[in-house]
């Protein structure tokens, strides 16, 4: 069933996103330093060879123009926090060394994995369906032993800041929320720009992040054959897993039915969205809400992109252009997010990933806070996959990644807030170097 994937050592380290619980110390974070000690005592493994503390985090120079406007912690990351982290010798990874890049496994991280096949989700048996909502459940309920969430009560003021315990999943609700607050620059929000979407790195972005938590769920449930699997929703009328068989049928006031999986899940960061605040409710139940969704519900979208839309959208061949935004016009970045008419490359509108959103409604339509509905894991999943064709089909290459000046999205700036340092242009690789396919379903 699973097939072996090429995997080119130069590439992506195993995954792991801000912020590192030994690197929350209140002395680590006043010595700028993330290199915490592996299981021989040493700094990144230093005495094993697995790795050294080195200076300097990322790959671009802050130019004088920028440092004036830093005043948002992500804003060149991770610059804000650390100046010296881990780097890892070999096919060692992570904050400490102490994991082995995509693709590899054994002690001494030599020793080559399979590929996983992410599949579409109607193609999985009733068991294997069960697996995936127990290990969902069972990620939405552990907390994380390794990653801690960021919370404040004020953006200006440093000293509000606190990290606060999470689950698993919560990580990586909080992951998509964090990298969608507003961008502040000079005292100022800017609502027009985020790290996650409006630019090149939306596509690379969204794929990290699925990475992330899909390789957390294998490591806590110790299946490494597990997979996302995907929702194809192309052409439906009506969401037709929105059912309590698979992702939750939704009550008469929206909220997901008492005999669904999810139908107590509770969503991180919801409840206040103020700009100048991150995740105010975290640590506090009673004040997130509940998990809702109704699809159809939204009279401007009234149903999901089609067959149609999504072969026109694979036509634009630049994956990205001036003005590299969401104005961007034959791009297949803009069109794939669902700023442009897919038929005409130009014409702005509502479409494809960004319908889908509103289209489902609820949590998933609150866009920051939408990865808390595990639909949000399938739909971006076939978004991935629908990439992953296009890159397969015009030979893309990160040599395809644009220059561009937007904060966060240029090609050697790194993907927000992963850490360590992932730089954006590398995800125009195959999904095969991060130790996935997909597999095909309706003729694609």
Known sequence: MFTLCTFFALFLSAVYCQFPRLCTTRSALRSKTCCPPWKDRSPCGSRSGRGQCREGVVFTPLDASRARQFYDDRLDWPRFYYDRTCECFGNYSGFNCGRCKYGYYGDKCDREKKCVVRREIRQLSFLERKRFFSYLALAKTTKSADFVILSTGDRHLRD??????????????????????????????????????????????????????????????????????????????????????????????????????????????????????????????CQMERLHRKPGSDPQFKSLPTFQDVEDTLKWTDFDRFPYNASAQRSFRNTLEGFLRPSDGTTLERNMHNTVHFYLGGTMAQVPISANDPMFLLHHCFIDKIYQVWQQKYNATPADYPENDEPGQGPDECTTPYFPCYRNKDFLSSSTELGYMYSEYQGM
Request: overall charge negative; glycine content about 8%; some cysteine.
């Open 160 to 285: 509000t800041y606190r990290f606060v315990d999470a689950t698993i999943y919560d990580v990586f609700a909080w992951i998509h929320y964090y990298s969608m607050k507003p961008i502040l620059l000079n005292s100022t929000f800017d609502f027009s720009r985020n790290y996650a979407h409006k630019g090149p790195a939306f596509l690379g972005w969204h794929r990290l992040g699925l990475v992330f938590i899909e390789g957390e769920i294998q490591r806590l449930t110790g299946d490494e054959d597990f997979a996302i699997p995907y929702y194809d929703w192309r052409g439906e009328k009506n969401c037709s897993i929105c059912t309590n068989e698979f992702l939750g049928a939704s009550n008469a006031q929206g909220f997901l039915d008492n005999d669904s999986h999810f139908a107590f899940w509770k969503s991180i960061c919801s409840g206040f969205n103020y700009p100048d605040a991150y995740c105010q409710t975290a640590g506090d139940q």
